[in-house]
């Protein structure tokens, strides 16, 4: 499995939890949802496994290794993919200040979580759709053998690294717990 499978596969387990907010929300607009548990565990999920590893690693190993093979930092894809990290972030916050609120929501609370969770799951998925088409295969393109390696290479550290310090078991369980309460009626 090289790096490019192993952001392929981060890819899939956020589209999953992804899946998993639209159901809680469409809970929350239909009124029968009143809990905030399954929230809290989402924003949870997509503040460390999307912002602090997965986004993480894209912007401290993946984007610095194609920088190196002549992409531009400060525009085109790059400049994209950067400036979406951080519109993500402000979203996860809007979403974890909805999460955080003490008292009961209001359907003015109501409205505005699923306005914005609506939006995260919306630019979520474009996003990983653009970076598959535009970041991904430039992997292939401009890396050399030994440059994929490396990069392979500092994936796997970084995971290690999370696997040591009990994080990665963190956010194992928590997608697991919320994909027990969701399960897809599919079944995957
Ligand atoms: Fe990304
Ligand atoms: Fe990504």
């Given at each position: 499995m090289d790096a490019i499978d192993l952001l392929l596969?981060?890819?899939?387990?956020?589209?999953?939890m992804v899946d998993v907010l639209e159901q809680y929300i469409a809970r929350v607009d239909s009124g029968v949802e009143q809990g905030r548990h399954e929230l809290v565990l989402l924003v949870t999920f997509f503040r460390e496994y999307v912002d602090l590893s997965h986004h993480e690693k894209e912007e401290s190993i993946l984007i610095?290794?194609?920088?190196?093979?002549?992409?531009?930092?400060?525009?085109?894809?790059?400049?994209?993919?950067?400036?979406?990290?951080n519109?993500?972030?402000?979203l996860t916050q809007a979403?974890?200040?909805?999460?955080?609120?003490?008292?009961?929501?209001?359907v003015h609370d109501r409205k505005h979580l699923v306005d914005v969770a609506r939006s995260f799951l919306e630019f979520l998925r474009n996003h990983m759709t653009k970076e598959e088409e535009l970041l991904f295969p430039a992997m292939r393109e401009r890396l050399s053998a030994e440059a994929l390696e490396d990069l392979t290479r500092r994936l796997r550290r970084f995971e290690e690294a999370r696997e040591a310090s009990g994080d990665a078991e963190i956010t194992r369980r928590l997608a697991e717990e919320l994909l027990e309460r969701f399960a897809p009626e599919s079944g995957t």
């Open positions: 596969r981060e890819h899939e387990m956020i589209r999953r610095p290794a194609l920088v190196r093979a002549g992409m531009s930092w400060d525009s085109g894809p790059i400049e994209q993919v950067r400036k979406e990290h519109l993500e972030r402000y979403l974890r200040h909805a999460s955080l609120q003490a008292k009961t929501w209001s």
